[in-house]
């Protein structure tokens, strides 16, 4: 969007929840969203599930964040690099604080 950029990112873990938080500048003035993931691998696929978010402290239904993530826009196409990597994972597992990736296996060429 036009005169709106990425300020800063934070990302909280929580166990099973991963809360992503954007400070946007909007022509100078500072805009706090948040959306929050369950992170899981189904069929070798990354699978990011919305379970909640919030617009400032507004807290937003997790049926509603499903039509809210176009304010998170300018945040996504800054992590496509980082989305790309988590097809490569095999599991997923998020705790208090931290984030536990497994990569999968590579076959060997004979």
């Known amino acids: 969007m036009p005169g ?10 929580e166990p099973g929840v991963l809360h992503m938080t954007s400070e946007l500048s909007a022509f100078g003035l500072p805009l706090f969203s ?46 496509q690099r980082e989305h790309k990597q988590m097809d490569k994972m095999q599991t997923v597992v998020v705790g208090d604080g931290t984030i536990s990736l497994t990569t999968k296996g590579v076959a060997l060429g004979r």
Do not use: N, W
């Not at 709106?4 to 873990?13: F, G, I």
């Not at 239904?61 to 304010?71: F, N, R, S, T, V």
């Open 4 to 13: 709106v950029q990425l300020a800063r990112a934070y990302v909280h873990c």
């Open 34 to 79: 948040r959306i929050d993931y369950k992170l899981e691998i189904k069929d070798g696929k990354f699978i990011p599930t919305i379970v909640g978010g919030a617009f400032g402290r507004l807290s937003i239904d997790p049926q509603a964040m499903q039509y809210c993530d176009y304010a998170f826009g300018t945040l996504f196409t800054s992590l």
